[in-house]
């Protein structure tokens, strides 16, 4: 019997995997690094493949109130911000494409967890697995779970899967929110907005209740040489870096209060999630360049996978091989599609773009369709025993 699982990294993975395992009363502990949970503003979005999760653990209905439903997506031309091609979101009832505050979604799942009964352990950098558990013994391998939720960063990636660094991708994002009562009256701050241009895009879409609009615009960029992966941003620059672009996302980048820039880092893709009793999820497991917004969503399918198969199952390895089947297939793939769709963003030669918008403007629905409508849930029923 599964005594103790440690999770280690109170990120989106490590906290809505305390709430999944939790919820099926497996004793658990979270070791974080950090004083606390740290969240910078920003936003996120959560697609169904996410959503139906936050749903069966009843996280979805508190999630709501706090967030913002978008009635669609518009993909628009860079330089004039004419719409190529709209897709409806939020169209039924059980298909919730949820846009919220990073900081709003951590508050809950930090919450939640702690009102279960879960421990939370701040301050704890957890370098790695003690002694005791190393050597793995059967009863030992039985008994105890570690799952390195450490973020694309992961020391424990590095140390016990694939010692490879992370890659700077060429692309920077810059990030910030802005107060709506700031903004023009116009309806397209209530939608998501993609605006394409041949060195970067721009994503902007609302937040908190409709009443904040969170932006993230891509750039290209030879080198990253900060130390740390985010900096604070400076206005004039972010300006300049879009000088050409539409009156949309120039009021938006004028009225922003505080701008946040990133370095947009790669890992190579891994060929194992398990290394005895250590497990790897989220980030650390499959980071991913955030141009279809799954990194989260990824996460919240990983968590939810583990914490099913293991109250399901009373065989660990049993659970951790299936986990490993599933996850790593679909990491993969988003992996993959995440990298092309940055490629298919910026392209910049007139006739691919024109190829390009044509595509989007036939297959937009369907190519989001095929990422949004995978189900956990029914890809576990599949697996053979
Ligand atoms: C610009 C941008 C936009 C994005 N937009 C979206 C979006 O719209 N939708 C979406 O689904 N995803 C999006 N993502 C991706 C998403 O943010 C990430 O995939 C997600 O936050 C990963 O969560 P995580 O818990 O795996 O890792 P993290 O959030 O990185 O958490 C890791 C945690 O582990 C802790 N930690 C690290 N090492 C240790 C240690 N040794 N001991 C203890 N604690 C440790 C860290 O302090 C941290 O708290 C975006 C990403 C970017 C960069």
Redesign the pocket.
């Known amino acids: 019997m599964l005594k103790k699982i440690n999770i280690?990294?109170?990120?989106?993975?490590?906290?809505f995997l305390g709430c999944c395992l939790k919820k099926n009363n497996f004793s658990v502990t979270i070791?974080?690094?950090?004083r606390d949970?740290?969240e910078y503003g920003?936003?996120?979005?959560?697609s169904k493949n996410?959503t139906i999760l936050l749903e069966k653990t009843g996280l979805l209905e508190n999630l709501i109130p706090l967030g913002y439903k978008p009635k669609r997506v518009n993909f628009r031309s860079f330089n004039n911000g004419k719409i190529i091609n709209s897709v409806l979101l939020n169209k039924e009832r059980d298909d919730v494409f949820l846009s919220v505050n990073?900081k709003d979604l951590i508050d809950l799942l930090k919450n939640t967890y702690l009102n279960m009964g879960g421990e939370l352990i701040f301050g704890?950098?957890?370098?790695e697995i003690n002694n005791s558990t190393e050597s793995f013994s059967d009863d030992e391998r039985k008994s105890e779970l570690f799952v390195a939720?450490?973020?694309?960063?992961?020391?424990?990636r590095q140390k016990y899967f694939l010692n490879d660094e992370p890659k700077f991708s060429n692309l920077i994002?810059w990030?910030g929110i802005v107060s709506k009562k700031n903004l023009s009256s116009h309806s397209l701050w209530n939608e998501i907005n993609i605006h394409l241009g041949s060195d970067g895009h721009i994503v902007h879409y609302p937040i908190s209740k409709g009443e904040e609009i969170n932006f993230?615009a891509i750039k290209k960029q030879k080198k990253w040489e900060k130390e740390t992966w985010i900096s604070e941003g400076n206005k004039i620059e972010l300006l300049s870096d879009f000088n050409s672009w539409n009156d949309t996302v120039m009021e938006l980048f004028s009225k922003s209060y505080k701008t946040h820039k990133?370095g947009?880092f790669e890992r190579e893709s891994i060929k194992k999630l398990v290394s005895n009793n250590l497990i790897l999820?989220?980030?650390?497991a499959h980071?991913?360049l955030?141009f279809l917004?799954?990194?989260?969503?990824?996460?919240i399918e990983d968590a939810y996978c583990l914490a099913e198969l293991l109250s399901k199952n009373d065989d660990l390895i049993y659970c951790l091989k299936k986990y490993e089947k599933l996850r790593l297939k679909r990491g993969k793939t988003i992996q993959f599609r995440s990298k092309l769709q940055g490629s298919f963003n910026h392209l910049s030669n007139g006739f691919l773009v024109f190829f390009r918008n044509l595509i989007l403007k036939m297959f937009a629905k369907y190519i989001q369709k095929s990422i949004h409508k995978y189900n956990v849930m029914d890809e576990i029923k599949r697996l053979p025993n």
């Open positions: 280690i990294g109170a990120g989106i993975s490590g906290l070791y974080e690094q950090d949970v740290s920003a936003g996120i979005n959560l996410a990073r704890k950098k957890f370098n939720c450490d973020g694309i960063r992961s020391e424990f994002a990030r993230v990133w947009l999820m989220g980030d650390a980071p991913v955030p917004a799954q990194g989260a969503c990824l996460a």
